[in-house]
Structures are given as C-alpha cells and as structure tokens.
C-alpha cells in the first residue's frame, strides 16, 4: 500500500473536545446535587463539545481536506511558471496543491512551525511534497506572517488557509503578503468568519480595511466545509493594486 500524505490527525481534537465535554457534565450533574440547581445548564455546553468529538471520530479528515484543496484551487486559478506563495503552510497541503497543478514554477510555503502537533511540522510538510511528487517544485521556510523574507512584488499569487484569522495584528500579515505580490497579483485566503486573537471578522467592514492595505477588486464568496462538522467558512480574494 502506498504512503499516504499526513495532513492532519484528528486526535488532539477528539480528546480534547471529549475532555471538556466530559468535564462540564460532570460539573452540571455534580453542581445540581450538591450546589446551584442553575448549574445544570452547564449540561448544554458539555453536550456541544461531546458533538464535536463525535464528528472527528468520524474520520474522512483526509478525504474533505483534498476537497476543500481541489475547489480552492479551482477558484482561485494557477498558470504554469508562476511563483506562489503559501502563508501559514502548516502540513504544506495547500503549497502542495498549487505545485501539482503547474508543469513548471515554484511554490513557497512558510510557517512558524509552533509545536502544536496533528501534522503541522516542517518535517512533515517536506514528506508531504515528497509522497505527492512535488517536491522539486516545492520549498518550506521557516517566517513569520507578519515579516515575509522576501522582496517587493516577487509572487504572482499569495494564498493562506485558516491563519489569518488567529493573527494577532492581520493587519500587518495582509500588508505583507500584499507587499510581496506583483502588481495585479493574486491575493486569496480561506477563512473562518470570527477569527480567536487578534480581531479578524469577516463583515461590512473587511473590504474597506483590505482595500486600505492595498488590494483592489476584493470578493468575499461564502464556502462550505463538512469536517468536523458542516459550516460556513469564506474565501476572499482581491489583486493587488
């Protein structure tokens, strides 16, 4: 059989999940006998956690990523001899997807790498492009969103999945993959609508704050994901002005 790509494992998101849900069950049942009867509503969070454990037991992890990766590529287009740029590549399966896609070219992925497991290592990213047979086409570097190595107009598209919106200051990180796009470049991302740091949300207001870091022609296209479970994440694109 051969190798498969490793682009995720959902363990640290099952026990994590069963963990709190367990927790906040014990904590209604517990609180309800023997403190507050109101502790009882704790029940309903922990039965919200116990669910989503229950969705990444249900594996397909693999299977919805390579869709997820297929219909973004095919929105957001690739032409052969471009240089592309992967922003927070993690497991590598978007710069992946982009190199299989172009005869000739270079795609570079760059991540902080923090030690957060399920994949998401360098190591694993150079694998990756190894098992896919890519990796001629393919480099990882070790950056920083917010402090991209590499000059002025250098990429013909610039692309991140799920990163943005856990940034603290994404402001800076667009402003950079802004700067490192060529003139009429591709600026894409795929992301959730409410980001956990640093004051993402995609409202109203996103096309005027990305338009103020330089892009121009910005469309934000709702898009559905179904792992761990069904909901709407958004992918935005926009060229650089």
């Known amino acids: 059989m051969s190798e ?44 919200y956690f116990l669910w989503i454990a229950k969705g990444w037991m249900r594996g397909g992890l693999l ?97 991140a999945s799920f990163m943005i919106h856990i940034i603290r200051g994404w402001e800076k990180a667009v402003s950079e993959m802004v700067r490192v796009l060529k003139p009429g470049g591709i600026f894409a991302v795929l992301e959730p609508r409410i980001g956990w740091a640093g004051g993402w949300k995609v409202d109203q207001n996103l096309k005027a704050k990305l338009s103020s870091l330089g892009l121009k022609n910005i469309e934000i296209k709702p898009f559905l994901i179904y792992y761990p479970k069904r909901r709407r994440v958004f992918i935005i694109t926009g060229k650089k002005a």
């Open 63 to 159: 299977e919805e990523k390579m869709r997820i990766r297929e219909d973004f590529i095919r929105l957001v287009g690739v032409k052969n001899g471009e240089r592309i740029l992967d922003v927070g590549t993690g497991s590598g399966f978007l710069a992946i997807g982009f190199a299989k896609k172009m005869r000739t070219g270079k795609v570079v992925g760059i991540d902080v790498w923090m030690p957060m497991g399920g994949g998401t290592s360098m190591r694993n990213a150079i694998r990756n492009a190894e098992i896919e047979g890519v990796s001629d086409k393919v480099i990882f570097k070790v950056a920083d969103a917010r402090k991209i190595p590499y000059p002025n107009d250098y990429f013909d598209r610039v692309v």
């Open 4 to 47: 498969k790509p490793n682009y995720g494992s959902p363990t640290a998101h099952i026990i994590s999940n069963l963990v709190m849900g367990i927790f906040l069950f014990v904590a209604a049942i517990f609180g309800a006998l023997h403190l507050n009867r109101l502790s009882i509503i704790l029940i309903f969070p922990s039965l």
